[in-house]
């Protein structure tokens, strides 16, 4: 009896041990999930990591990131992550009013927090499924600048490569090619740049700091919204600027209204669309946005 209870407890324990290796092999083994602020750095995840990382972005496509609020089962997914990546300049403020573990946030853009824009005082105004909103603190579209955007991608391959050492190569060769890729964007942007050099535009929303600063463009900003009507007190503002700006050139999120199109082409000046891309767009990627972007602006 004594020797079936030992060899009874003997085959217990080693199922157990069994179990044990087994499940810590899973985990060791499992693929890092990455969840990312905005549809930028969600993208350089995709882009670097590929099949070694589970990318995590639950953000809809109907609302701009930086005001986005997050529901309960949001706020799992990003504890739960390996990494969460932050893009800086006081974008997603939600992140500073849940708990999230310290260790696993990696801010993107810290490197160059001495270079982040500050606002103008607030305005508040609403737009979209996230409501009334005010711009202060820091301008936050910091990829704009390209120079910003090389800088993000490669803490996002630092911050994948030491989660992930032995994909390292994979991940370096990954980031290369993203940086070529960006690169070339930038060689576009200072020719579309050159050549209305001088020139003043005017913006539906204050987003364009970094672009303007990246490319030495002088741009006043509005707070339009391209699926709202501008009342009549917004329009006579927007002529006063036009009389002494002399632009003739406004830049847009989205396309507008085509009534806001006809009035604005009756004053002389031409909607561009140049997206941001801060969300996930309804086609293409970050990279041909951001093509089709300096197309539209080099085609003046």
């Not at 390996?82 to 810290?110: E, F, H, R």
């Not at 704009?144 to 630092?158: A, G, R, S």
Request: hydrophobic residues 40%; contains cysteine; proline residues 5%.
């Amino acid at each position: 009896m004594k020797k079936l209870i030992v060899v009874l407890l003997s085959t217990l324990i080693y199922f157990a041990c069994s179990e044990k290796k087994e499940g810590q092999s899973i985990n060791e083994n499992k693929v890092k999930r990455i969840a990312s602020v905005n549809y930028p750095l969600h993208f350089f995840v995709t882009q670097i990591g590929g099949i070694k990382v589970d990318a995590i972005y639950p953000i809809p496509t109907d609302v701009d990131p930086v005001y986005w609020e997050p529901t309960a089962e949001d706020i799992i997914l990003y504890q739960e992550a390996d990494l969460i990546l932050l893009n800086g300049a006081g974008y997603a403020k939600w992140v500073d009013k849940v708990s999230l573990p310290q260790s696993k946030m990696i801010n993107t853009s810290l490197s160059f927090k001495d270079k982040y824009i500050d606002l103008e005082e607030g305005q508040t105004h609403s737009h979209g499924p996230e409501g009334e909103h005010e711009h202060k603190g820091f301008a936050f579209t910091t990829w704009l600048d390209f120079n910003n955007t090389i800088i993000q991608v490669e803490e996002v391959y630092k911050a994948l490569s030491n989660l992930l050492p032995d994909s390292e190569e994979t991940f370096k060769s990954n980031l290369q090619s993203l940086k070529n890729d960006i690169a070339d964007l930038h060689k576009k942007m200072k020719a579309a740049a050159k050549k209305i050099e001088g020139t003043t535009l005017v913006a539906s929303h204050p987003v364009y700091q970094y672009l303007s600063n990246g490319y030495n463009l002088k741009i006043i900003s509005f707070h339009w919204e391209p699926d709202q009507l501008p009342d009549d007190m917004m329009w006579e503002g927007f002529e006063k600027i036009l009389a002494s700006s002399k632009a003739t050139i406004m830049l847009w999120e989205d396309t507008p209204l085509i009534e806001v199109n006809d009035k604005l082409m009756n004053l002389g000046v031409k909607p561009i669309v140049f997206n941001p891309c801060a969300n996930t767009p309804a086609s293409g990627d970050f990279l041909s946005i951001m093509k089709t972007n300096i197309v539209n602006l080099g085609d003046l």
